[in-house]
């Protein structure tokens, strides 16, 4: 059964600080990672999906990589602002169930204090 | 576009008291679901859908039916409402198969008391 596991829990940082978020799972036979972010009282907003033949996506300041044969990917953020804080969560859409299925992480809570 | 639609936000209900959770969304997006999130649990997949008529149980389903008369609607019940049913549920929408962006809503704050 894939095991989706993020480390940390939560993270406090300076603003303008280049920081990242770490994210891995059990089982590599993946068709996609995706990152998510959550504001608090809010649903999930898609940031990045890396398809399992890629190595890395990126968006603006944010920037994303999957090491599928170690199991692990990792979400960058260059200069990080007060509005970057939120939770983010990691999923993978895995072989071993049908479609779309995505298997979360926990979350990291991220604050950026001004 | 509206995207993906929940109703209600917030929802207090009594031990034993059934409701409907909805949800639409207007994509047309084949592949719809149902999640519940829990501190220390994160997101656990409740009930998904790949068409109209078509449905599937996931990882919690018990306590839950749901149904798809049409595409864009997929409503989730609680029969017997416990107080281990108190959560946030997500919906979400996406194309069917691999490597489509899921598409969330806003929510339902469900607290059973």
């Known amino acids: 059964k894939q095991e989706v596991t993020q480390i940390p829990a939560a993270l406090s940082v300076p603003e303008g600080e280049n920081l990242v978020l770490n994210c891995s799972f059990t089982d590599s036979a993946i068709y996609n990672l995706q990152w998510f972010r959550q504001d608090p009282g809010k649903g999930l907003t898609s940031l990045l999906l890396?398809?399992?033949?890629?190595r890395e996506q990126t968006s603006g300041r944010l920037n994303a990589s999957l090491d599928k044969s170690s199991g692990r990917s990792t979400l960058y953020i260059a200069a990080s602002q007060p509005g970057d804080s939120a939770t983010y969560l990691c999923a993978v859409q895995s072989k071993e169930t049908s479609g779309s299925r995505l298997t979360f992480g926990e979350g990291t809570q991220l604050t950026v204090n001004p | 576009n509206a995207g993906v639609t929940q109703t209600p936000k917030f929802q207090v209900l009594k031990t034993g008291q059934s409701m409907t959770l909805q949800c639409a969304q207007d994509?047309?997006?084949?592949?719809m679901s149902w999640y519940r999130q829990d501190p220390g649990m994160g997101l656990r997949l409740i009930h998904y859908s790949v068409g109209a008529g078509i449905t599937d149980q996931g990882e919690v389903p018990n306590g839950y039916n749901v149904s798809r008369s049409t595409t864009e609607d997929f409503p989730l019940r609680l029969l017997s409402a416990a107080p281990s049913q108190t959560s946030v549920y997500f919906c979400?929408?996406?194309?069917?198969?691999?490597?489509?962006?899921?598409?969330f809503g806003p929510g339902t704050r469900l607290t059973v008391t």
């Open positions: 890396i398809q399992s033949s890629q």
């Open positions: 994509m047309n997006h084949e592949y």
């Open positions: 979400a929408s996406s194309s069917w198969g691999a490597n489509y962006e899921q598409y």
